[in-house]
């Protein structure tokens, strides 16, 4: 069975910043993207950032410019380096893997992780 095991997660002032990691096991052969979604109370899970495989990024607009997602490959592990955080990044941060193939199941799935809490005060 794939895992997606999520750290980093806290409490922060804002303007402060954080970093969030997400390591996936579970005998993986190739990992199509890996992402990064939030939930606030009373809202949807939304998009924050996500990466491919070979290195394409995508942001939310809200986040451009001082959220910065990275991965590393060989440890199937995705990190969003987060800046400049405001009370608004407030949420669940949620660790998203697309396309996993692994060696014990045929065909491609997608996994989710148990989400790590962002509180940031003002």
């Known amino acids: 069975q794939v895992q997606l095991v999520e750290s980093g997660g806290g409490l922060v002032q804002a303007g402060g910043s954080l970093r969030l990691s997400c390591a996936a096991s579970g005998s993986i052969i190739h990992i199509n993207a890996m992402g990064w979604y939030r939930q606030a109370p009373g809202k949807q899970r939304e998009l924050v950032a996500t990466?491919?495989?070979?290195?394409?990024?995508d942001y939310a607009d809200s986040v451009k410019g001082r959220f910065t997602i990275s991965r590393d490959n060989a440890k199937n592990t995705v990190y969003l380096q987060m800046n400049s955080l405001k009370p608004e990044d407030t949420a669940v941060y949620y660790c998203n893997a697309v396309g996993v193939l692994s060696s014990w199941q045929r065909g491609r799935s997608d996994y989710w992780g148990q989400g790590t809490q962002v509180t940031v005060s003002s």
């Open positions: 990466i491919t495989s070979s290195g394409s990024t």
